[in-house]
């Protein structure tokens, strides 16, 4: 058997962090191809329970990325989503849930080597986490 | 700036001395309607009803220990729109709470209302409610179950307790009430207490006419000997919870006996939704993709998403959460919601630095954001 590869669920939003991953790829930057990318409008519209079906359905992580304070495209949905994650990690880890499976990373439009960087660096601590347990099990 | 007056009790009666009070109180139009919990003609059965006939209040009875539903949901449904009529609404202090929760999500309004509070020694579930005031008759299992106080605090009758909702419950006098009426740490064979707590409850208090008298020096000590046994239960109950539901199997086992049915959404005076993601299509999957997850696991509980509907429900109004207990009284099969919400909501309130009913002008916090916090959730930029 091979090494794990992980499975990563991201919510990425239109006007930068989805950008910065095109950005990285027309620019040729090697990136991990583990992770299975979502694009949404606004982070401000990733509501807690995708990402609770995420985790639940077996997803080794899930990253939330949007752009940085100040740059959000509806001036402050990036700031709304970072209290919906802030809530999900009070919540998720009281099930003994690693908090670690939940990223959330702020990446501009211009910022094709940090999405690269990112993602690379969340493959490598997911694969140190090894598998997430629920993919396999029957989840009532 | 409260003002207390009494309301005197006769022939050991509170129930027909209070009903006197709200009779006053409607009959002299300083209202339009009152919203109060009645015996309904149907035997063992309380509700709330809008009266407006001072004349049809014979089954009213506000202290009785039954909570069929948090009120604060038809509180909102007459409040929703502006009536140009005053309504006074006796509330228990979790209904209050979980209406202040509504006002802020702009589903219901204090402009026309009167809140009267009561002070709340808890009440049963429906069941035992039900076989309680069914074999007794429903006021005289209110008399009964008052009439060792203010000695024995516990409210508990024969075989029947409290839910645990109410023995959890820290807050069994009113906050936010216009007028509170008092009956804990009171001689409560002799004499009720009306309390004025707003702007809005002095009006009335001196439009009724309210002798003042001080209030009795033993309510606080009541009270707080009272506040905290209960916190001291519901500290055991946040760590026999936690400790129940430590991982994702041990909450499987937990909500095991759940079916899906919903019932704990209805009944939540909070869940705010109009339309609940579960009832729509959203997780309602093609059904090549529940045999695709069944090939995965080897097998699939039908129907899925117990645990993701409880811990959704969880994300989307623990901060809400009032603790009303609703929930667990709704459960066709004795799952103890309740205690898991609770549990929750105490962190994730804490995590906001905010508490569920405490004020109408806080905003609920996923409602808001600084511009600077939590940095912790984004690797400490921000």
């Given at each position: 058997m091979g090494e794990h590869e992980p499975k990563i669920i991201a919510f990425v939003c239109n006007w930068c962090t989805y950008t910065a991953a095109d950005l990285a790829g027309t620019s040729r930057l090697i990136q991990p191809p583990n992770v299975r990318m979502i694009r949404m409008m606004c982070t401000g519209m990733v509501d807690p329970k995708y990402i609770i079906k995420a985790l639940l359905e077996g997803a080794d992580a899930v990253l939330v990325s949007g752009c940085h304070p100040g740059d959000c495209h509806y001036i402050n949905g990036n700031l709304k989503a970072r209290r919906r994650i802030k809530l999900l990690k009070e919540i998720l880890p009281r099930f003994g849930l690693d908090e670690r499976r939940l990223k959330m990373t702020w990446i501009g439009a211009s910022e094709g080597i940090d999405f690269a960087e990112t993602i690379r660096g969340l493959v490598a601590e997911v694969k140190a986490l090894g598998p997430n347990a629920l993919r396999n099990q029957m989840v009532l | 700036m409260a003002k207390t007056a009494k309301i005197e009790v006769k022939e050991q009666n509170p129930v027909t001395s209070l009903r006197g009070f709200l009779q006053e109180l409607l009959g002299g139009g300083q209202v339009d309607g009152l919203l109060v919990a009645a015996h309904l003609p149907v035997k063992g059965s309380v509700m709330p009803v809008l009266v407006t006939d001072p004349q049809r209040m014979d089954g009213v009875d506000p202290l009785a220990p039954a909570f069929p539903i948090n009120a604060a949901k038809v509180v909102s449904r007459l409040t929703r729109k502006p009536t140009g009529q005053r309504l006074a609404v006796v509330l228990r202090p979790c209904e209050i709470r979980a209406f202040i929760e509504l006002v802020k999500l702009k589903q219901g309004s204090l402009d026309e209302v009167v809140l009267i509070g009561m002070d709340c020694l808890g009440a049963y579930g429906n069941v035992d409610y039900a076989r309680l005031a069914g074999e007794n008759g429903g006021q005289e299992t209110t008399l009964r179950f008052y009439r060792d106080l203010p000695s024995n605090m516990r409210g508990a009758l024969e075989d029947s307790e409290i839910s645990p909702a109410c023995k959890a419950c820290e807050h069994p006098v009113p906050e936010n009430a216009d007028l509170q009426v008092a009956f804990l740490g009171v001689p409560m064979d002799r004499m009720l207490l009306v309390q004025?707590?707003?702007?809005?409850?002095?009006?009335?208090?001196?439009?009724?006419?309210?002798?003042?008298?001080?209030?009795?020096?033993?309510?606080?000590?009541?009270?707080?000997?009272?506040?905290?046994?209960?916190?001291?239960?519901?500290?055991?109950?946040?760590?026999?919870?936690?400790?129940?539901?430590?991982?994702?199997?041990?909450?499987?086992?937990?909500?095991?006996?759940?079916?899906?049915?919903?019932?704990?959404?209805?009944?939540?005076?909070?869940?705010?939704?109009?339309?609940?993601?579960?009832?729509?299509?959203?997780?309602?999957?093609?059904?090549?993709?529940?045999?695709?997850?069944?090939?995965?696991?080897?097998?699939?509980?039908?129907?899925?998403?117990?645990?993701?509907?409880?811990?959704?429900?969880?994300?989307?109004?623990?901060?809400?959460?009032?603790?009303?207990?609703?929930?667990?009284?709704?459960?066709?099969?004795?799952?103890?919601?309740?205690?898991?919400?609770?549990?929750?909501?105490?962190?994730?309130?804490?995590?906001?630095?905010?508490?569920?009913?405490?004020?109408?002008?806080?905003?609920?916090?996923?409602?808001?954001?600084?511009?600077?916090?939590?940095?912790?959730?984004?690797?400490?930029?921000?």
């Open positions: - | 004025a707590r707003t702007e809005k409850g002095m009006e009335l208090f001196r439009k009724l006419r309210l002798t003042e008298c001080e209030e009795p020096k033993e309510r606080q000590a009541a009270v707080a000997e009272l506040v905290e046994g209960r916190r001291a239960y519901r500290d055991r109950m946040f760590e026999e919870t936690s400790r129940a539901t430590a991982d994702v199997e041990k909450l499987m086992e937990y909500l095991g006996r759940c079916v899906n049915c919903y019932n704990c959404r209805v009944a939540c005076p909070v869940c705010y939704c109009k339309e609940c993601v579960f009832v729509t299509d959203v997780f309602d999957h093609e059904p090549t993709q529940y045999l695709r997850w069944a090939r995965r696991k080897g097998l699939l509980k039908m129907p899925t998403d117990t645990v993701f509907y409880h811990l959704t429900r969880l994300a989307h109004m623990s901060t809400a959460c009032i603790g009303c207990g609703q929930c667990s009284n709704a459960c066709p099969n004795g799952v103890p919601v309740m205690e898991l919400f609770r549990t929750i909501a105490a962190h994730t309130q804490r995590a906001f630095d905010y508490e569920a009913g405490r004020s109408a002008e806080e905003p609920p916090p996923l409602s808001v954001f600084r511009e600077k916090e939590f940095s912790e959730v984004t690797g400490g930029k921000d």
